[in-house]
Protein backbone atom coordinates (compact mmCIF):
# COMPACT_ATOMS: atom_id res chain seq x y z
CA UNK A 1 0.00 0.00 0.00
CA UNK A 2 1.08 3.31 -0.99
CA UNK A 3 1.07 6.31 1.92
CA UNK A 4 -2.12 8.16 0.70
CA UNK A 5 -3.89 4.24 1.03
CA UNK A 6 -2.56 4.07 4.64
CA UNK A 7 -3.65 7.28 5.43
CA UNK A 8 -7.20 7.04 3.76
CA UNK A 9 -7.35 3.99 6.01
CA UNK A 10 -6.05 5.47 9.40
CA UNK A 11 -9.10 8.29 8.25
CA UNK A 12 -11.63 5.46 8.16
CA UNK A 13 -10.70 3.93 11.46
CA UNK A 14 -11.26 7.50 12.87
CA UNK A 15 -14.65 7.94 11.52
CA UNK A 16 -15.29 4.28 13.55
CA UNK A 17 -13.70 5.78 16.49
CA UNK A 18 -16.03 8.89 16.54
CA UNK A 19 -18.93 6.92 15.63
CA UNK A 20 -18.15 3.89 18.63
CA UNK A 21 -17.30 6.93 20.79
CA UNK A 22 -21.15 8.18 20.64
CA UNK A 23 -22.29 5.69 23.56
CA UNK A 24 -19.48 6.33 25.76
CA UNK A 25 -20.04 9.70 26.08
CA UNK A 26 -23.47 9.64 26.10
CA UNK A 27 -23.42 7.05 28.94
CA UNK A 28 -25.80 8.84 31.11
CA UNK A 29 -28.30 9.48 28.14
CA UNK A 30 -28.86 5.87 27.72
CA UNK A 31 -28.98 4.71 31.25
CA UNK A 32 -32.08 7.74 31.80
CA UNK A 33 -33.45 6.43 28.78
CA UNK A 34 -35.02 3.28 29.91
CA UNK A 35 -35.50 3.84 33.89
CA UNK A 36 -35.81 0.64 35.14
CA UNK A 37 -34.89 -0.56 38.77
CA UNK A 38 -33.43 -4.43 38.30
CA UNK A 39 -29.94 -4.49 39.00
CA UNK A 40 -29.75 -6.97 35.89
CA UNK A 41 -30.51 -4.18 33.62
CA UNK A 42 -27.84 -2.16 35.10
CA UNK A 43 -25.04 -4.95 34.94
CA UNK A 44 -26.26 -5.60 30.96
CA UNK A 45 -26.10 -1.69 30.25
CA UNK A 46 -22.46 -1.75 32.15
CA UNK A 47 -21.45 -4.95 29.80
CA UNK A 48 -22.47 -3.26 26.80
CA UNK A 49 -20.74 0.09 28.10
CA UNK A 50 -17.41 -1.52 28.18
CA UNK A 51 -17.71 -3.38 24.56
CA UNK A 52 -17.98 0.41 23.34
CA UNK A 53 -15.22 1.53 25.26
CA UNK A 54 -13.08 -1.26 24.32
CA UNK A 55 -14.45 -1.28 20.38
CA UNK A 56 -13.35 2.57 20.71
CA UNK A 57 -9.41 1.85 22.07
CA UNK A 58 -9.33 -0.92 19.30
CA UNK A 59 -10.27 1.76 16.53
CA UNK A 60 -7.80 4.26 17.72
CA UNK A 61 -5.12 1.93 18.07
CA UNK A 62 -6.29 1.16 14.68
CA UNK A 63 -5.89 4.51 12.94
CA UNK A 64 -2.81 5.18 14.70
CA UNK A 65 -0.99 2.25 13.49
CA UNK A 66 -2.16 3.15 9.59
CA UNK A 67 -0.88 6.58 10.22
CA UNK A 68 2.55 5.42 11.33
CA UNK A 69 2.54 3.13 8.49
CA UNK A 70 1.53 5.72 6.20
CA UNK A 71 4.51 7.85 7.65
CA UNK A 72 7.01 5.01 7.53
CA UNK A 73 6.32 4.10 3.84
CA UNK A 74 6.84 8.18 3.05
CA UNK A 75 10.23 7.30 5.12
CA UNK A 76 10.87 4.24 3.12
CA UNK A 77 10.50 6.38 -0.25
CA UNK A 78 12.77 8.83 0.56
CA UNK A 79 15.80 6.13 0.82
Not at 10 to 37: C, D, K, N, Q, R
Amino acid sequence: MNKKQWYALGIMFLAFTLISSYPVFHYEILAEEFPVSDDAYYIVLNVIHQTYVILMWLNFMAMTACWICGWLETEYARQ
